[in-house]
């Protein structure tokens, strides 16, 4: 069985059977939705893989310190934007 590559809720990876349902880039700490055609274009060029990491959901990647992206996840981003300027935690 193929095992996948995850970034779990405290920054380490770990192998699990189950695909991610959100993928992210690491250095930026910035989580979306594994069809967006920006980022499935920067991977055809060669860009943006190295720091590529994959979550398996929401939850994990708040934990880990990642946010959701202002592009592909405009609704959410806004929630974490308020929250923030509120200085309350965001959750999913």
């Known amino acids: 069985m193929k ?3 995850l970034l779990g809720a ?13 993928g992210g880039h690491r250095s930026s700490k910035i989580y979306g939705r594994l069809d967006r055609p920006a980022a ?7 860009g943006y893989v190295r720091h590529r ?16 992206c202002g592009t592909c996840c405009k609704d ?3 929630r974490w934007k308020t929250a923030r300027e509120n200085g309350r935690p965001w959750t999913p």
Do not use: M
């Not at 990876?13 to 349902?21: A, I, L, P």
């Not at 499935?40 to 060669?46: D, T, V």
């Open 40 to 46: 499935l274009s920067a991977i055809a060029h060669g």
């Open 76 to 78: 959410r981003y806004q």
């Open 10 to 22: 405290n920054g380490r990876r770990y192998r699990s059977e189950t695909k991610g349902e959100w």
């Open 53 to 68: 990491v994959f979550l398996a959901d929401e939850a994990t990647a708040v934990a880990a310190g990642i946010r959701p």
């Open 3 to 5: 095992t996948c590559i």
